[in-house]
């Protein structure tokens, strides 16, 4: 399982565009880079997945460099309630396959006013 | 349509007593999972199930946890005895068969305070 590095908190102000950076060195080549959210006292939710290249959804945007080595989830501007935990993870998604889904300590995002 | 349902949401009990957790998945979910996660820590895997089977339960400490999936359904997690360190949010996910993403849903967890 590749082990994947985030910056344990930001702060970051109402409006403005928020990237939170993860790592990634040892991604398969059947992995995907799925983003989860969680606010205090509910449990995780899925925002966006990735394989390569951009993926962009109501709620984020997800970019990934050729070497895939690193990932980068994008918030346009960014409420109050974008306040949460945000985890990355790497794994393959095939439900054939031994599909562990392992959670790091996240990325606490602080939105001030 | 419902989301994973968790009960109880909150419980203290004494050391050395019992507890137990219960999830209802998303219907037609057959995968489900249980995680702890203890404060200011991403959720940590405690079992997997594929339909009524456990498929992993490497990480479940096995002296105190058990968990049943009967009818491939509902799920219960008990722990017996609880011991301090188990003072933790327990959450419940499931996830579609065929799901192209791996999605989990996540109930609201249920949060253990062990005295």
């Known amino acids: 399982l590749a082990k994947t590095t985030q910056p344990i908190s930001m702060d970051s102000y109402e409006g403005q565009e928020v990237n939170i950076t993860c790592s990634h060195n040892n991604i398969a080549t059947n992995d995907y880079i799925t983003w989860y959210q969680q606010f205090p006292s509910q449990g995780p939710r899925f925002i966006i997945q990735g394989y390569k290249t951009k993926v962009t959804n109501e709620v984020a945007s997800l970019f990934i460099p050729a070497d895939r080595k690193s990932s980068t989830l994008s918030l346009p501007r960014v409420s109050l309630s974008d306040t949460a935990v945000y985890y990355c993870l790497v794994g393959e998604t095939e439900t054939n396959r031994d599909d562990k889904i392992i959670f790091g300590k996240g990325t606490r995002l602080h939105i001030l006013p | 349509e419902a989301g994973v349902v968790q009960s109880p949401r909150y419980k203290i009990i004494e050391k050395k007593q019992p507890v137990a957790f219960w999830c209802n998945p998303i219907?037609?979910?057959?995968?489900l999972y249980w995680y702890r996660q203890n404060l200011g820590q991403g959720p940590e895997l405690l079992i997997r199930?594929?339909?009524?089977?456990?498929?992993?339960d490497s990480q479940l400490p096995k002296d105190r946890f058990s968990a049943e999936r009967l009818k491939g359904v509902d799920s219960t997690l008990k722990i017996q005895p609880a011991e301090l360190g188990d003072s933790a949010v327990y959450l419940c996910?499931?996830?579609?068969?065929?799901?192209?993403?791996?999605?989990?849903?996540f109930g609201e967890g249920s949060r253990l305070t062990v005295l």
């Open positions: 996910a499931s996830k579609k068969p065929g799901s192209a993403t791996g999605e989990l849903f």
């Open positions: 219907s037609g979910h057959n995968t």
């Open positions: 199930y594929e339909n009524e089977e456990a498929v992993d």
